[in-house]
């Protein structure tokens, strides 16, 4: 028997991407139409943004606990979070989670490994960008990693919160993302990028990126299904 996946999801469009690849690609390891038994519990996302908003990490956390707890309560074996920003707000629960937590930044940095890569950019929110959830994850893994300007980060967050959350998928967003990756890459030598938001990846991948692009949302759902699986 396989485990029991819990998903504390934030955003309706990443936490969807992930419960449908961990669905659509379970059959990979289990057998044709076959996946792990998987929940997913969201507070409002509302809830979430005002507690964002005025940086109250530690209400952030305690959304997430009490989606760890209802996941737990129900049968879970471990849990995930597709979200990449809220996971700054995982040292203050740390220590009360009721289950063990698959680490979105860990899988991304072994990943990166893996591949052989050694400079990443780092693209997400600007809360995500600004915050320590990738940064020593990578540096302990030996990995460089560079981040946008200041002014690359506001419009990325805009672009975010105003469109990808929402299902808003436009040409021209597909481009400014694709203009930001060219000039990681060539001026700060990047030769990856993190799809460091959970919806990016539903507009960018490595078809369309001027990098191979390191897919946060579809990475996490990989190793939770290989967690699952015993793999």
Known sequence: M????GIVACSAEGAA????????????????????????HTNSFGEYMQRIYRSDWPGVAELMLSSANKLKSIGADFLICPDN??????PFIDSRLPLPWLHIA????????KRGFKRLGLTGTRWLVDSAVYPPRLESRGLEFARPSSDERDAINRLIMDELVRGVFSAKTVAYFQTLIGRLKQDERCDAVILGCTEIPLIINDANSPLPALDSTRLLARAALRRAAAL
Do not use: F, M, N
Request: hydrophobic share 45%.
């Open 106 to 113: 860990d899988v991304v940095a072994d990943e990166a490994i």
């Open 17 to 40: 991407l992930c419960y449908k690849t961990i669905c659509i690609e379970g059959g990979q390891l289990l057998g044709a139409h076959a996946h792990p038994e998987v929940s997913i």
């Open 85 to 90: 920003t809220i996971h700054q707000a995982l």
């Open 2 to 5: 396989s485990q029991h996946i």
